[in-house]
């Protein structure tokens, strides 16, 4: 079995920053270091968008236009845990923030890629 759990979301102003973790545990995650992890949001009444990726060592991420520049994702394979960093936070990355898992290849910035799901972390940002 495998699980993912989210942390560190709450309420911050416009401008502000946030450190969301993404915690594994389960026999699946013991082999942590072969699996690539995604970071995905969805806010009310809109898709599940791409937010991050970060390779199997955590030496490479692709990030969305939209948060480039002001978010950074990081893995820490001994901890079982990945980050992503938030700073200069705005209203329209208010949202639900999701962790996600897979083991494949390829560009990986779409929902359907991901096999493992986290039940998300609220993030609000306020003006």
């Known amino acids: 079995q495998g699980q993912l759990v989210e942390s560190g979301g709450g309420l911050v102003q416009a401008g502000g920053s946030l450190r969301l973790s993404c915690s594994a545990s389960?026999?699946?995650?013991?082999?942590?270091?072969?699996?690539?992890m995604g970071w995905f949001r969805q806010a009310p009444g809109k898709d599940r968008e791409f937010v991050a990726v970060?390779?199997?060592?955590?030496?490479?991420?692709y990030y969305a236009d939209s948060v480039k520049g002001r978010f950074t994702a990081t893995k820490d394979n001994a901890k079982i845990t990945v980050n992503l960093q938030m700073n200069g936070l705005k209203p329209e990355d208010t949202a639900v923030y999701y962790c996600?898992?897979?083991?494949?290849?390829?560009?990986?910035?779409?929902?359907?890629?991901?096999?493992?799901w986290g039940q998300g972390t609220q993030v609000t940002v306020s003006s």
């Open positions: 389960g026999r699946t995650f013991s082999t942590f270091s072969s699996y690539t």
């Open positions: 970060i390779g199997r060592s955590g030496g490479i991420t």
């Open positions: 996600a898992a897979t083991q494949s290849w390829g560009v990986l910035k779409r929902a359907d890629q991901y096999n493992y």
